[in-house]
């Protein structure tokens, strides 16, 4: 039935109607034949998430399309989520709201979910507030919660606590888990720490999560039916003589793992695991023993039927498809001694090997070392978990303190397995086949030395220069950097984004071992904070900084890092011209110093095969409006297609390819007035976080019918 329902779900969610009709239409027929409840099942299943799944996606293009209006607005309502940090030091949360008051008078709010914007607020998802502000359009997503609008908030009044026990009970463990965490440390062991105890991962530095999942174990931070183990333990420890008896403590463990999920807010993983363990635990009270398969395949029809949407997040895919490969893969090797290693060992390649489709789906690779990286971190964070889970509950710092090092030890192991090699699906598809044949005795040897090859190969970047020169828009999620290169080897990159490791691994996609010459368009960390370390990766030959030293600790920190490593850094005016191999560079602005960085960016125009690609870096009107229109073949978008470019001088420029470099965010980034515009003129849009990298062959694009290069 669980399989039903999943299909049913992701038909109704994409809207494959056809497809859905038929499937339904064979499953009926299926019962007609076969008269069995399995298959009455399996239609029940196939039909309830097939309407599931279409519910949520109506709900989702009922917010995204909602009109909620602009203007100065007063609302109540319910904190839908914790406020999160946000650049300049705000916060954001996304709001249920009930009322709005017009006139001197309160009616129902019947608009969606918005995104509220304010400055730092005490608060906590489920508690009631009063939001005074401005309202706009801007459907997006506060997390996970999509909203329909945005409020720039003057004013955020909490007016108490939450109204349900479960969200108060629930607010109060978490807050203490995080309050004492806080209270001795702000490190990155203490963030990843708060990930171990209730999901909570917010603090951790971008560069180490992606350390995380690049070293495969950014799972440790998903909430899993460990986690929730744990947690009834302890639950029914406290308990004390409430929870004699098997019938009492299922009854006190079902209302635990409510609490639970209030706790770690609820994310899919924690829904799957809670789920699961509310089987077994219900079992027990009805006097069924419930296996663990059952109680998987019961959790995830439940959880689909209630919300269809999740068949869609990559967070439930992972989690269903890990908890279904250790089942099937656990006991494989149990026989073996020592058995702890072996059982250990097998669920991690089990489990690896079961969500290895999706990661390679998503991210187009996965860690190759991810087993032996999870087999050695895997003790480290159960010990981490037990003990801080202890030392939060008693207010025992020294115990705190314990479970921190614990996890800077696996946040090392991460750091250390980053840089370790990525396979794709060719990789994969081979060691995947020598583990097959493998199973044959007589086969064993020669497969060790397949599998020796197959490893060292993947130890070396396979990079290539292109035939002719290329421009490639790199998707480094919320930030720009782009790399233009030429036949004979030249390459110029211009920007970093805002993470090292997601430009080193553009970098190594790309086969880039040096750079000729480093561009930065301006001081703001979604364009630089990526090139830290650079020079550590990469032979620098010669660098163009923006006039801006002395006003940000990122931009400093890299001329500190380039001159130090005998980098030839230079301060290009308006006007500096130079040719690179194929490329002629100009250097068009800033015209003058302005007050705001954006308008302070560097622009180049670059010119090679007969084509032109401009970089805007984050020029904003005022530098526009001096500058005048410039023409160019392919212009990069400014500030990730914000609201902040002049609309006439968008279409004056009139690019015949517009490309934005965006990833998710919360800003309402690209700006649809910008998209649209650009459209208007005849420029044809690509973004980085619908296509990934978009790279064009700049003769083919001389050429008038341009192509994409490959």
Known sequence: MAAATWLGAW?????????????????????????????????????????????????????????????????????????????????????????????????????????VTSDPVTLAAGEPVMVDGVLGDGPGRV??????????????????????????????????????????SASPSGALLSGFLVGAVDDLPDRDFEALRRSGLSHFVAVSGSNVALFLAGWWLVAGPLGWGPRRRAVLGLAGVAVFVVVTRWEPSVMRAGAMAGVVLAGRLAGLVISPWTA?????????????????????QLSVAATGGILLGAPLWTGRRPRWVWTALGATMAAQAAVAPILLARFGSMPLMAPLTNLVAAPVVAFATMVGGVGVALGAEPAVSVARSAAAVVLAIARTAADLPQIGWAGTSLLAGAGLVATRRRARPWVAGVAVVTVAALLVPFGHVPS????????????????????????????????????????????????????????????????????????????????????????????????????????????TTATLGAFALEVLGPPRRFASPNDGSLVLLVRAAGASVLMTGDIEAIAQSEMGPIGADIMKV????????????????????????????????????????LEAAGAEVHRTDFEGTVTFDLAAVAGGGYRRAG
């Open 143 to 184: 997390g996970r919660t999509l909203v329909g609008g945005r409020v720039r908030a003057g004013s955020v009044t909490r007016v108490g606590p939450a109204r349900s026990p479960l969200m108060r009970v629930g607010n109060a463990l978490r807050a203490r888990v995080l309050g004492v965490l806080d209270a001795g």
């Open 638 to 677: 400014p500030h990730q297609g914000a609201a902040t470019s002049d609309p006439g001088w968008l279409a004056a420029s009139a690019p015949r390819i517009a490309v934005i470099s965006v990833g998710p965010n919360d800003y309402g980034h690209p700006s649809s007035e910008v998209i649209a515009v």
């Open 11 to 115: 038909l109704g969610w994409v809207g494959a109607r056809p497809a859905a009709v038929a499937a339904i239409v064979l499953a009926t027929l299926l019962v007609a034949v076969q008269r069995h409840p399995i298959a009455l099942l399996v239609v029940a299943g196939l039909v309830g998430g097939c309407l599931s799944g279409a519910a949520a996606a109506a709900r989702r293009d009922a917010v995204l399309g909602a009109e909620v209006g602009a203007g100065p607005v007063r609302l109540a309502g319910v904190a839908a989520t914790d406020p999160r940090s946000v650049r300049h030091g705000g916060a954001m949360f996304a709001l249920d709201a009930r009322w709005i008051e017009e006139g001197g008078s309160w009616r129902p709010w019947e608009g969606p979910r918005l995104a």
């Open 468 to 575: 002719g020169a290329r421009v490639m828009f790199l998707d480094v999620g919320q930030g720009d950097s782009t790399i233009l290169r030429g036949a004979s080897g030249e390459v110029i990159l211009i920007d970093g984004g805002g993470d090292p490791l997601v430009l080193a691994d553009r970098l190594r996609e790309q086969g880039v071992d040096h750079v000729d010459l480093l561009v930065v368009s301006h001081r703001h960390a979604d364009h630089v904070a990526g090139l830290a370390g650079i020079t550590l990766q990469v032979v620098v030959g010669t660098a163009w900084l923006p006039s801006q030293l002395g006003e940000g600790p990122v931009l400093d920190g890299l001329y500190e890092e380039l001159t130090g490593a005998a980098v030839d850094v230079r301060f290009p005016a308006p006007g």
């Open 296 to 316: 998987l395949g019961a959790a995830v029809a439940g959880t689909l039927l209630v919300s269809g949407g999740l068949v869609a997040d990559l967070g439930m």
